[in-house]
């Protein structure tokens, strides 16, 4: 089928790359020309494995175009995907003036009836809205249909997701819709869920508000843990044998980040407030994710009592590895909190260190990508992010490098009996500490 994705982000992007992988022509448009400029010479704006080739694979056979222009973009699309942004206001709703801006394009170009899907993570409601809005300004009468139709893939995975996911998502109003988008995916050999549209825009949410609420609820086992001197890792995998429970998102650490964890818990605990429902439990979880950011603040004050003049080698910036995204990452909460506090600073991360200079400013920080300039000197190393190389490290590289081997790892990157063996002062999140009798 002939098909246009307005947006070319992290979704936007992966979406339409997979649909021309599996047959489709597809018509990537985005409002930034730059973007479209470096795409159209097969280079990707973002960083995604497996991506590349995929991207080039699909140009070369011409069923992905990439263009600016909305008239030229949505020209003849049967169906027409909007997955562009909707940020977090300040108040913790969701921003809908980017999709309400891709309506409008897609009022004033359609010629004929056409189906909108909405990728985006959009509140109950949207959709319908959406629908009615592009219905009542557009040319000549012409009508559309509206699907949901969310996203499930996590960056960093965002292509081998599209192609082995869970499930597919589609909400629609009517039958003939929906056949038509279970008729667009069926080559992903993916299950089908087709339900109404306020339970698809509804299925979002409560999946990643589900997945958050995990996350800072080991979080707080890990934080009892660390009183008590237990293991969290093991009070996992003992939690996790349980089919109830699963072991998937058990992972203590700093708390979680990305686009779409804080954004969506917010607008979630917006909406059901906006219907006179006080959403207490993910409140919670939202206060715990918050506070688990600067634990490691903590833990370093309550070692080092002030960290005035200390370099410190923070490790990883973005909000998980392989993906280049900062949004939200904890890096950028607790680097401007270690600047404040006087210290020294000098960031790794493989990938996003230039985009982190870009955000934090240069402010006497060193970014790098190479993992020993952040270490050479330092008094301590941060983990905010485990990145493979920061993992598979060994213990004798902190103490070959840093003037004092002192490591505290949001990530529990490393095994506790290998770091136990090492000259390496070793704090992690929910497990207890290691101090070498060498060091003072
Ligand atoms: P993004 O910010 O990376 O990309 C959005 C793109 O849309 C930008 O390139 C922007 O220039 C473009 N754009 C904005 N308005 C436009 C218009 N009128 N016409 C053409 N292009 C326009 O966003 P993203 O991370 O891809 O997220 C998109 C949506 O998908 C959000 O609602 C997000 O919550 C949801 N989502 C994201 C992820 C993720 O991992 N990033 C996963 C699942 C769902």
Redesign the pocket.
Known sequence: MKLAV????????VTGVALSEIGHTVTC????PV?IEKLRNGVP??YEPGLEELMRRNMDAGRLLFTSR?REGLSGAEVIYI?????QRLDGSANLD?IR??AS?IADHIERHVIVVI????PVGTNRRVRALINSRTKGGVQVDIASN??????GS?VSDTFRGDRIVIGTENRETADTLEKINRPFGIPIIKTDIASSEMI?YASNAFLATKISFINEIANICDRLGANVEEVAKGMGMDHRIGPDFLRAGIGYG???FP??TSALVQIAGNHHHEFNLLQSVIEVNNHQQILLIEKLLARFTSLEGKKIAVLGLAFKPHTD?LRESPALVLIPKLAALGADIAAYDPIAADQARKLLGDNGILYTHQLRDALSGADCAVIVTDWPDIKKMEAATYTRLMKRAIVFDGRNCYRLDAMRKSNVEYYSIGRPAHIPELIS
């Not at 307005?6 to 992007?13: A, D, H, K, M, Q």
């Open positions: 307005i947006g070319t982000g992290y979704v936007g992007l448009i985005d409002v930034d973007k704006t973002i909305h997955a562009v942004g909707t940020p980017y801006r891709a394009d990728k985006s993570t959009v969310p996203e499930f893939l996590r960056e965002a979002k990305g686009s779409c954004k969506d995204d």
